[in-house]
C-alpha cells in the first residue's frame, strides 16, 4: 500500500496554473502573442539555400546533363527548371545589392552635401563676424 503514497508528491508538480507556455486558444492551437500581429515581418534571406545558389545551379546543370544522357529527359527538365530557379534568385539578389548600393551613395551623397552647405554658411557667417568687428 506504500506504493500509492508518491502520487500526491507528483501531482503538486504538475500543475498547470503556472504554465502559461501550455495554454492553447479554443481552437486547439498555440497563442502566440507579439509573433501573429507582426504583419510587416520580413526574413533576412528567404530560403535556407540563398548562400549556396550558385553551386546549386551548377549541381542540378550537372544533374540535368547526366539524366539527359542516361536518357530520361523529363528527369533532365526537371533539374533544368531547379537550376533555372536559383538562377533567378541570383539575379533577385544581384538587384537587391544594386539597389541598396544606390541607396547608401545616395545618402552618402547628401550628408557630403549638407556638410558642405553647413560649412558655407559657417564660412559666411565668421566672415560676417569679422567684418562687423
Do not use: C
Amino acid at each position: 500500500m506504500n506504493n500509492f503514497r508518491n502520487n500526491n508528491r507528483r501531482a503538486r508538480f504538475k500543475s498547470g496554473t503556472d504554465r502559461n507556455f501550455r495554454k492553447r486558444n479554443g481552437n486547439g492551437h498555440k497563442n502566440n502573442g507579439d509573433f501573429s500581429s507582426n504583419h510587416d515581418f520580413r526574413r533576412k534571406n528567404p530560403g535556407k539555400n540563398n548562400q549556396n545558389a550558385s553551386k546549386l545551379v551548377l549541381k542540378y546543370q550537372d544533374l540535368a546533363r547526366e539524366a539527359l544522357s542516361n536518357g530520361d529527359k523529363i528527369l533532365s527538365e526537371n533539374y533544368l527548371q531547379h537550376a533555372d530557379h536559383f538562377s533567378r534568385i541570383i539575379s533577385a539578389q544581384e538587384i537587391a545589392r544594386d539597389n541598396h548600393n544606390q541607396e547608401k551613395n545616395l545618402h552618402q551623397k547628401n550628408v557630403e552635401d549638407k556638410n558642405s552647405t553647413t560649412d558655407t554658411e559657417n564660412k559666411d557667417t565668421e566672415s560676417q563676424t569679422i567684418s562687423s568687428d
